[in-house]
């Protein structure tokens, strides 16, 4: 039996973001994002990529993630500590780096959700970052993922030689540490 209709072409289901524990092993893959990152000149007063020794000891065990498409690794979220003073205990500073390939794709999104899960479950009330002012699609993921601008620093840092002004965000659990 024929059909007078041609076939309906297979509609291709979008990959989906996988968000799972950062290893040493994958910090090639990383690199390579975080060095897009370094790149732009729109994340970071970083002009170089640390080396994964350096890089380890600066950030916290728990609260690494990556993401992941078929496979691939789209993107990173680690968090460190904002002092060592036990009165900060619930208080990290994280930073989330996208490869260009994957942006406006949800991989930031998805790793922040993953973030806010995992630092609320341990007991971290308050998550901050410093972004700079003109990386807007930056400042617009995580305004929609509850963080507020607390203030901008003038100038504090250069880049190239050049001043830089930074946005501080954070976000505050409406779960932990409200008591």
Request: net charge negative; with cysteine; hydrophobic share 40%.
């Amino acid at each position: 039996m024929t059909s007078d209709h041609p076939a309906t072409p297979a509609v291709e289901r979008p990959s989906e973001v996988v968000v799972r524990a950062m290893t040493s092993h994958d910090w090639p893959a990383v690199a390579a994002v975080f060095a897009e990152g370094l790149e732009d000149r729109s994340a970071t007063f970083e002009t170089t990529v640390p080396t994964w020794e350096t890089w380890d000891a600066g950030h916290s065990d728990e609260h690494r993630w990556v993401a992941t498409v078929d496979g691939a690794l789209l993107g990173w979220v680690a968090c460190s500590p904002v002092s060592s003073r036990c009165v900060y205990a619930g208080v990290l500073e994280h930073s989330v780096y996208v490869a260009r390939a994957a942006r406006g794709r949800g991989v930031g999104s998805a790793l922040l959700r993953h973030l806010i899960t995992s630092t609320e479950d341990a007991g971290v009330w308050t998550l901050q970052a410093g972004v700079f002012p003109e990386n807007v699609a930056s400042l617009a993921l995580h305004a929609r993922h509850g963080f507020r601008v607390v203030g901008t620093r003038a100038r504090v840092g250069r880049l190239d030689g050049v001043w830089r002004d930074v946005t501080l965000i954070e976000r505050r659990s409406d779960s932990v540490g409200i008591t």
